[in-house]
């Protein structure tokens, strides 16, 4: 079945920039629908960004145009490309897999702090 790691979080200031990745070790990578969450403290977790297989992107409102979502499908791999972060990304960011057949997974999240 499948199953998600994230990595790529860490440590940046106000303004920089970091790429989340999230590995599928699944092998219907494809044909997942695949997306970001995010969680801060005391906050629901909300929708970053999600892309179908076919490519298909949406984001949240919040992005502005500053995340990015992207696909590799032969390294079975999901990017969030992030720039000009501000304090308030500041969460534990989750990758989000929808299967074909139905069930959702998740990863076990990557911490993003960004300082003022």
């Known amino acids: 079945q499948v199953q998600l790691v994230e990595s790529g979080g860490g440590l940046v200031q106000a303004g920089g920039s970091l790429r989340l990745s999230c590995v599928d070790s699944?092998?219907?990578?494809?044909?997942?629908?695949m997306g970001w969450y995010r969680q801060a403290p005391g906050k629901q977790r909300e929708l970053v960004a999600d892309?179908?297989?076919?490519?298909?992107?949406s984001y949240g409102d919040f992005v502005k145009g500053r995340f990015t979502i992207s696909r590799d499908n032969t390294k079975n791999t999901v990017y969030l490309q992030m720039n000009s972060l501000k304090p308030e990304d500041t969460a534990v960011y989750y990758c989000?897999?929808?299967?074909?057949?139905?069930?959702?997974?998740w990863g076990q999240g990557t911490q993003v702090t960004v300082s003022s």
């Open positions: 989000r897999a929808d299967a074909p057949w139905g069930p959702r997974f």
């Open positions: 699944g092998s219907i990578f494809s044909k997942n629908a």
């Open positions: 892309i179908t297989s076919g490519g298909r992107t």
